[in-house]
């Protein structure tokens, strides 16, 4: 079984020595910055922040994972969050969503602690035909295309922090293909499938970079021109946007 703990403070270190890395990254949190509902006193939530990196974008932004580190704020369980009720704007998810075994019991945790017309903000793995088959070869987790997911299962107890699980292709097919209902909880505000060869070529946090920093805007204007012709076939990355009822 995949450790964790040990995959997370690799990805850390490597995003430290990776400049396309954080430059890739960077654009994220400007991408979702973009869409943050905003709401006086209330707080923005990061869960699975990694090393925290979010806070150069979003200073106010409270960073949690299941592992502590200097930049991490909290200590969370997605199934589990530490705040009351209605006490949370903004809720952010980058490349968490994936690695959610009971994705039903995590939205509704999230719907607990949001306010009205809160947001759940993702950044996820999109599976468009090209990305897909490159996901499939190069990337140590399972697409799980193949995965029948029980979309609305609830554990009898709440899962252990240490419990790891991926499938790459959740987001896509609970949101793009829809296979999730959201019912009475959740609206779909936006959903921004796109290509994303500037981050499969950086190497990701698996290989090291196929091309050097200074053609990263030339990639990007080509993954522009990719979203454009068709998202089916190019899309990478997907920007999501759920808005709570």
């Not at 990776?18 to 400007?30: A, G, H, P, R």
């Not at 979003?58 to 704020?73: H, L, R, V, W």
């Not at 829809?178 to 499969?200: G, H, W």
């Not at 200074?214 to 946007?241: C, E, G, N």
């Amino acid at each position: 079984m995949l450790d964790h703990k040990k995959i997370d403070y690799k990805n850390r270190k490597i995003y430290q020595n990776k400049v396309l890395i954080k430059i890739i990254y960077n654009n994220y949190y400007k991408n979702i910055k973009k869409y943050i509902y905003i709401a006086d006193k209330k707080k923005i939530l990061e869960l699975g922040s990694g090393g925290g990196n979010i806070k150069k974008v979003i200073k106010e932004c409270i960073t949690s994972d299941q592992f502590k580190n200097k930049n991490i704020n909290r200590i969370e369980n997605i199934y589990k969050i530490n705040f009351k009720k209605k006490s949370i704007s903004n809720i952010i998810l980058i490349d968490v969503f994936h690695h959610l075994q009971f994705p039903s019991l995590a939205l509704q945790e999230i719907h607990r602690v949001l306010i009205k017309n809160g947001r759940v903000i993702m950044v996820e793995p999109a599976m468009g035909f090209i990305p897909r088959i490159i996901y499939k070869i190069f990337h140590y987790e399972p697409n799980g295309f193949n995965l029948k997911i029980k979309w609305n299962n609830i554990p009898k107890k709440i899962p252990s922090s240490n419990q790891y699980f991926a499938a790459q292709s959740m987001p896509w097919r609970a949101f793009f293909l829809r296979e999730l209902n959201l019912k009475s909880k959740y609206k779909i505000k936006f959903i921004k499938p796109f290509s994303d060869f500037a981050f499969l070529l950086s190497g990701g946090y698996s290989y090291k970079a196929f091309y050097p920093k200074f053609l990263h805007s030339f990639i990007k204007l080509i993954d522009k021109i990719l979203t454009s012709i068709s998202i089916k076939i190019f899309s990478a990355r997907m920007l999501i946007v759920l808005e709570k009822k």
